[in-house]
């Protein structure tokens, strides 16, 4: 009963019987209807053509017995039961006959069963005896009526013997349509429940349920094909696999997962997955983001326990979220990772250990750059640092302060008649007796030879200046006693004071200079400078003026002093330098008028008409084949211009010069005078591809963390320092050019040796690694057409050296 009320035949038998008796219904109640109005018609044309015929029949009689008698007549069939002639006047001719009802109340009638009373009445007009009349005829209804109760009542009979019909029919029917359909199920509830193996074939004469039973057993057989590769798949994976339903418990696992747990899927299949784990992962479970991973303590089932790493990430299906949980050993990670951390921290500990040894090493290299090895006084490098240092908090709090020049008196002689050691400890007691002289805020600098420079910051005034000058005197007085020598030397000394004599200290310097020449000249043990000292104060304001008009004028010419790479012995570039070929004072060098340039401002005109000639020049040789990198000099006030960059740029385009085929030289001190307008004029020109080399390194700004911050490529070890570098009286200059070649180096900076006069000393720059040289050794300064010239000999003398090497 529970199939037939309501499985899918019950809705079939159900559904056609209300179906049927709607249609039925309908359908029957849609005949009768016209069979009934048929019945209607037909009895009421019937009885209007009897009326008519029974009004001509009367029409033609002449005497009232003849009506009467055919009056009578209309009774004999038994339809007509009402009859009545009434003739104009009132007179009324009725019917004698037993069947003629008088009782009944004539009303005409226009359609069936009107009024109710069974009749139908009929009025017709005649004319008897020439007089006008009304025939009254009422026909029963009676007859008909019964006809039509009878055709309903069979309608009915066989509407009710249809539907019984047609139910027989859908039972009959339907169980070859339900039958087939509970087959399916029945197997499609076997395969949910695991067997998978279960055929999906029905028998049954309806195609379209046989083509349905085809479709689903395909579709059965494709995913178990589907499901055993997919299985496959997760058994032969290397990590385990566990699909988690939301509420946390196992719904399958892989095989390596049992595995790795020592659990058949069966065992912990709806279990918690906490139970395969130490500490679970509640903290994370179920996950918060799309997808985590975390290491945790898996636990076997023998007991044990080991490390795992978990990825879980959520799967949404109809029936809920799935996680899906991928799990593997790490234990022999866990090994490496405790063996590579041991590893890297004897790795730490080794760079920790270099690093100091590294930094020991680094503090006595420094120590030596900037510090003379005999006397360990700062040297030239140092003192710069320092004056320059000086010279910001002296303009910053408005105070002076004063630069020593020093040589010693009677130095040279102790020197040559008693050697160099001799010479060497009185430099040393020299530097100690100072030292012991002045504060410690003071800074005492060795120069080179007998050589000393001074830097007394936050004095008073010239007093303090004075002051110090004659202790330094005072403690010189007393002889220095040598292996039973007692030796007696004296000391010159030249004051420079800021702000008084010099803002800068190149300025300082050269008149600190000024000043102890003088005092020496006179014998004196100071000397304050004075510009009436300076004897090239007197010309200043007329060759500056000569200047102006020489740049205009085109009385400037370059020089090229060309440049050797030491390990190829090839010439890579030369050094653009400027001479004044004055028309009374002839030839003249830079040093003679640049530093006029700066004061005066003419460095700016000069620098350009330099810029334009060399690229200019440059372009020339390009043509001619020759491909060298052109280095010039910028000034401090280059430094400082905006524009620089914008300017350099057009003179580049003009020409056709690639921008990495020039060299900017720049010195320390230039860099210094406003560093951060400095560095952004040099990382203009740096980041347009022109090379940058530091000039005259070692005699200006020597701080090495903001050496480190420049964009250079290059720096140039000062003359100063190479000239005298295999003396041995200077063998600080071997030191420090050691020292500069090896920072340089350290820090990926190309390092270039300038004032290379002899071939002794170009040998052992090569010795020490200097990458590139250039001096009087090599080419003096030389014209253009000279340096082509100079260049084509040098080459064929390199072809005819090779070519002997080779024979």
Known sequence: MKHWKWGFASYIIIGGLLIHAVLISILFSWVLKLVEHGYQEQFISSSRYSAHQLTNHIAATNSGKQVIDTIDDTFVDGRVVYAKLILDGGRTLTSSSSRFNSTLNFQEDFFFGDHGDNVYFIALRLSFEGRDAVLQLGYDEASTQEQIEQTYKRGMLLAVGYILLSLLLLAVISPQVTRPLRQLRSAARKIV???????????????EIVGLAEDLELMRAQLVVGETHIRAIMDNVVNGIITIRGWGDVESMNTAAEQLFGYQASEVVGRPLTGLLVHGIRSTFPPRESAITQETIGRHRDGHTFPVEMAVSELWRDEGVLYIAIVRDITERKHYEVGIKAMQEELEQRVAKRTRELAMLNQQLEHQALHDSLTELPNRLLLNDRLRHAIMTAQRKQQPLALFIADLDRFKEINDTLGHHYGDVVLQQVAIRMCAALRESDTISRLGGDEFAVVLPAITGEGDAVNAARKLAAVLEEPIVVDDHSLHVGISIGIALFPEHGMDSSTLMRHADVAMY????????????????????????????ELRRAIENDELVLYYQPKVDLKRDVVTGVEALVRWQHPQRGLLSSDEFIPLAEQTGLIRPLTLFVLEEALHQYHLWQQAGVDIVMSINLSASHLQDQQLADQINLLLDEWQVPACQLLFEITESAIMADPMRAMHTLKQLNEMGIGLSIDDFGTGYSSLVYLKQLPVAEIKIDKSFVIDMLDSDNSEDLVIVRSTIDLGHNMGLRVVAEGVESLAVLERLTELGCDQAQGYCISYPLLADEFITWLKVRTAEQAAYIKNRIL
């Open 193 to 207: 429940a695991g067997r998978t193996g279960e055929r999906l074939v029905v028998n049954s004469n309806v195609d």
């Open 518 to 545: 003088v005092a020496k000249r006179a014998s004196q043990d100071f000397v304050i400078y004075s510009p009436e000292q300076d004897q090239h104060s007197v010309t200043r304001l007329a060759l500056a003026g």
